[in-house]
């Protein structure tokens, strides 16, 4: 089963506040926007240079925690309740 496949049999409990937010005034002097290029599911993206977040759709795998070193992410789980649910492996 390809990944898509694997991704498209979860399930999202989507919260109305974004469980990542970006401080743009730090992550617009980032020089490589490491975010847009890690995330497995693309949720980060550029739109008119600044990085935008799409939560509806995370992970919540943490990798773009990881990879961002300018500080700029204030990351945190979602509120009980909602986030994604794994249903297969």
Same mark, same amino acid.
């Given at each position: 089963?390809?990944?898509?496949?694997?991704?498209?049999?979860?399930?999202?409990?989507?919260?109305?506040?974004?469980?990542?937010?970006?401080?743009?005034?730090?992550?617009?002097?980032?020089?490589?926007?490491? #975010?847009?290029? &890690? %995330?497995?599911?693309?949720?980060? =993206?550029?739109?008119?240079?600044?990085?935008? /977040?799409?939560?509806?759709?995370?992970?919540?795998?943490?990798? #773009?925690?990881? &990879? %961002?070193?300018?500080?700029?992410? =204030?990351?945190?789980?979602?509120?009980?309740? /909602?986030?994604?649910?794994?249903?297969?492996?």
């Amino acid at each position: 089963m390809k990944i898509d496949d694997k991704l498209a049999l979860n399930l999202f409990h989507i919260d109305k506040k974004p469980h990542i937010e970006i401080n743009q005034e730090i992550c617009r002097k980032c020089p490589h926007k490491a #975010c847009t290029y &890690v %995330c497995p599911v693309e949720n980060y =993206t550029l739109n008119e240079g600044e990085v935008v /977040f799409a939560w509806e759709g995370c992970l919540e795998c943490g990798t #773009c925690r990881i &990879v %961002c070193d300018q500080g700029s992410l =204030t990351w945190d789980y979602p509120t009980g309740g /909602f986030g994604i649910v794994y249903r297969l492996g």
